[in-house]
């Protein structure tokens, strides 16, 4: 029986290191290709994801009533007759709820652009997780979150809850977050329930608009 030389076995093993690199490299390839398919894909349908938060419903109707009352911040007593002539977005959110927080700062920040803006009011109305509101208890977790987090934003509520059932009559107000775009005759222009990146980017697109009017 013959003694393998060193190029007999050397041979085998750098024919498994080829293999295993050209295997490494296909695998390689392939994640790659699928990361570009999934680009596509979401590139396409991200916008169409977007627009389905967008409800139809209500849009084009006129909001009977908003009553609301200054919780934190600034905030001053809002009536519906005082934002005729006003594009207005109306935010119903709570500390307590994950979307809603994810969401606030980005309209915190969308409030700071347009502070010059005369003509265009956000009003954060807070609400709480469920039944009676406590208005004390309300302001206190509502304070204590925006200082936490480093939020300047007036916030407000609606304690007998005249502007939800408003907007509730005329749109449907079914979840955390939602938002309502106002135009300048207090009619209803758009509608968006949750919060998804980029969202608060598309609100302010369609405000923009709405102000150039």
């Given at each position: 029986?013959?003694?393998?030389?060193?190029?007999?076995?050397?041979?085998?093993?750098?024919?498994?290191?080829?293999?295993?690199?050209?295997?490494?490299?296909?695998?390689?390839?392939?994640?790659?290709?699928?990361?570009?398919?999934?680009?596509?894909?979401?590139?396409?349908?991200?916008?169409?994801?977007?627009?389905?938060?967008?409800?139809?419903?209500?849009?084009?109707?006129?909001?009977?009533?908003?009553?609301?009352?200054?919780?934190?911040?600034?905030?001053?007593?809002?009536?519906?007759?005082?934002?005729?002539?006003?594009?207005?977005?109306?935010?119903?959110?709570?500390?307590?709820?994950?979307?809603?927080?994810?969401?606030?700062?980005?309209?915190?920040?969308?409030?700071?652009?347009?502070i010059d803006r005369s003509d265009f009011r956000l009003l954060a109305v807070s609400c709480g997780e469920g039944g009676p509101e406590d208005l004390v208890e309300l302001e206190a977790a509502t304070q204590a979150y925006l200082e936490h987090a480093r939020i300047d934003l007036p916030t407000y509520a609606d304690p007998e809850r005249t502007t939800r059932g408003a907007f509730d009559h005329a749109a449907g107000l079914n979840g955390f977050p939602t938002t309502f775009l106002l135009d300048r005759e207090g009619v209803i222009r758009a509608v968006w329930e949750g919060y998804a990146p980029g969202l608060v980017d598309t609100m302010e697109a369609r405000v923009l608009e709405l102000l150039r009017e």
């Open positions: 029986m013959s003694t393998p030389t060193p190029s007999d076995t050397v041979r085998p093993a750098t024919r498994r290191a080829g293999c295993f690199a050209a295997m490494i490299a296909a695998l390689a390839a392939a994640l790659v290709l699928l990361m570009l398919l999934l680009a596509v894909v979401l590139y396409g349908y991200l916008p169409k994801i977007r627009e389905l938060r967008e409800k139809q419903g209500g849009v084009g109707k006129p909001l009977s009533a908003l009553q609301l009352h200054p919780l934190t911040g600034a905030a001053e007593p809002v009536t519906l007759a005082e934002l005729h002539g006003k594009v207005v977005l109306v935010n119903f959110w709570g500390t307590w709820c994950p979307p809603c927080r994810a969401e606030i700062p980005h309209l915190a920040k969308l409030r700071t652009k347009l």
